[in-house]
């Protein structure tokens, strides 16, 4: 489940709750206010300070009331859900921006559908290749809907055109630093579990001298195996920086001169459909069987709540809906969650 929502419901969750932590909260939601309301008044005109103090330390009433109104409400009403929505009401008189609301919807739906495929995994499994496939094609439905949004930022991303060169340079350094981070802390992490494995065996030395001496000798052969078998370090990162690397980066750089052409045409002489038709159609002739393309599925979450914060803006009742159901998705999951511990 998403951190950062696993928190928030655990907090609104909390019970029973005492005087101290009212008083707590109180002290650090109104402190948070007013230390805001000094770096805004600063900025703003003289006609507005006022209407913008009242705004803001409306709002931080409208949070108090939402931490600390979930135990109230559960006395009265006796009932989880309701006892939930009725402290959600409070939240519901926020002044959030749209990616507030579509950062709880989405988060709240891959967790909702992470929880379902937990259940039928049993009976369904989706090898890698597979999940990649799907990561492919929703990256392949999003970004023609993507193209008219508003977030300057993603469209210079996504959509702004290089030549082959500069992008395949921008990608192949992009994909080299990833690969030595990722190898830096796999071996680091390595390290620590072979210190991990050979602490608690230098404790076990006064006690059973022969199970450590096992212990040691078989440590002895598995290095030796990995010694004879695997490579050397520094073939491993020029095998990955100028090997693997060198492929993915080309791939995709002759991919995004695909969505830049099929983007930029004057009159689309096709639908959203057809475009990602076409852009599934060049991941598939690109990546063939291997899968080397992978999709972040992190990236597919940002793309996600850019595009539903886009629709929700300057939409104040959808926003409050997006919100509610969000936050009532992720109680569903929290208690899902807990229910399959044992």
Same mark, same amino acid.
């Given at each position: 489940?998403?951190?950062?929502?696993?928190?928030?419901?655990?907090?609104?969750?909390?019970?029973?709750?005492?005087? !101290?932590?009212?008083?707590?909260?109180?002290?650090?939601?109104?402190?948070?206010?007013?230390? /805001?309301?000094?770096?805004?008044?600063?900025?703003?005109?003289?006609?507005?300070?006022?209407?913008?103090?009242?705004?803001?330390?409306?709002?931080?009433?409208?949070?108090? +009331?939402?931490?600390?109104?979930?135990?109230?409400?559960?006395?009265?009403?006796?009932?989880?859900?309701?006892?939930?929505?009725?402290?959600?009401?409070?939240?519901?008189?926020?002044?959030?921006?749209?990616?507030?609301?579509?950062?709880?919807?989405?988060?709240?739906?891959?967790?909702?559908? !992470?929880?379902?495929?937990?259940?039928?995994?049993?009976?369904?499994?989706?090898?890698?290749?597979?999940?990649?496939?799907?990561?492919?094609?929703? =990256?392949?439905?999003? /970004?023609?809907?993507?193209?008219?949004?508003?977030?300057?930022?993603?469209?210079?991303?996504?959509?702004?055109?290089?030549?082959? +060169?500069?992008?395949?340079?921008?990608?192949?350094? /992009?994909?080299?630093?990833?690969?030595?981070?990722?190898?830096?802390?796999?071996?680091?992490?390595?390290?620590?579990?072979?210190?991990? !494995?050979?602490?608690?065996?230098?404790?076990?030395?006064?006690?059973?001298?022969?199970?450590?001496?096992?212990?040691?000798?078989?440590?002895?052969?598995?290095?030796?195996?990995?010694?004879?078998?695997?490579?050397?370090?520094?073939?491993?990162?020029?095998?990955?920086?100028?090997?693997?690397?060198?492929?993915?980066?080309?791939?995709?750089?002759?991919?995004?001169?695909?969505?830049?052409?099929?983007?930029?045409?004057?009159?689309?002489?096709?639908?959203?459909?057809?475009?990602?038709?076409? /852009?599934?159609?060049?991941?598939?002739? =690109?990546?063939?069987?291997?899968?080397?393309?992978?999709?972040?599925?992190?990236?597919?979450?940002?793309? +996600?709540?850019?595009?539903? +914060?886009?629709?929700?803006?300057?939409?104040?009742?959808?926003?409050?809906?997006?919100?509610?159901?969000?936050?009532? =998705?992720?109680?569903?999951?929290?208690?899902?969650?807990?229910?399959?511990?044992?």
């Amino acid at each position: 489940m998403n951190k950062a929502l696993s928190k928030i419901i655990a907090i609104i969750l909390s019970e029973p709750i005492t005087m !101290r932590q009212v008083l707590r909260r109180a002290l650090a939601v109104y402190g948070l206010a007013s230390i /805001l309301s000094l770096v805004k008044l600063r900025r703003a005109s003289a006609g507005i300070r006022r209407a913008l103090v009242i705004g803001i330390f409306q709002n931080a009433s409208w949070l108090l +009331a939402l931490l600390n109104g979930y135990p109230v409400a559960r006395k009265v009403l006796k009932n989880k859900f309701l006892s939930f929505n009725a402290a959600l009401v409070a939240a519901m008189q926020l002044m959030l921006p749209p990616w507030v609301s579509s950062y709880a919807l989405v988060e709240s739906i891959v967790d909702a559908v !992470r929880n379902i495929h937990v259940s039928i995994a049993g009976s369904v499994h989706f090898d890698d290749v597979t999940s990649n496939s799907v990561r492919q094609a929703a =990256l392949s439905l999003l /970004l023609p809907l993507l193209w008219k949004t508003r977030n300057a930022r993603v469209k210079s991303l996504l959509f702004d055109r290089k030549s082959v +060169a500069r992008d395949f340079l921008a990608l192949f350094a /992009l994909w080299n630093t990833i690969s030595l981070y990722s190898f830096v802390k796999s071996s680091l992490y390595k390290k620590e579990d072979r210190q991990k !494995r050979r602490g608690p065996d230098t404790n076990k030395d006064r006690e059973t001298h022969n199970a450590l001496n096992s212990r040691v000798l078989k440590d002895k052969f598995r290095e030796i195996s990995e010694l004879r078998t695997s490579r050397g370090t520094w073939d491993k990162v020029i095998s990955c920086c100028f090997g693997e690397n060198l492929t993915i980066a080309a791939k995709w750089a002759i991919w995004r001169q695909l969505l830049w052409f099929l983007m930029r045409v004057e009159k689309k002489p096709c639908s959203n459909l057809q475009l990602s038709s076409m /852009l599934m159609l060049g991941f598939y002739v =690109l990546d063939s069987s291997y899968s080397r393309m992978f999709v972040r599925p992190g990236v597919l979450r940002y793309l +996600a709540r850019v595009l539903v +914060a886009d629709k929700l803006q300057h939409r104040g009742d959808w926003q409050k809906t997006a919100l509610w159901a969000g936050f009532n =998705l992720s109680l569903w999951s929290k208690i899902q969650e807990e229910g399959q511990r044992p």
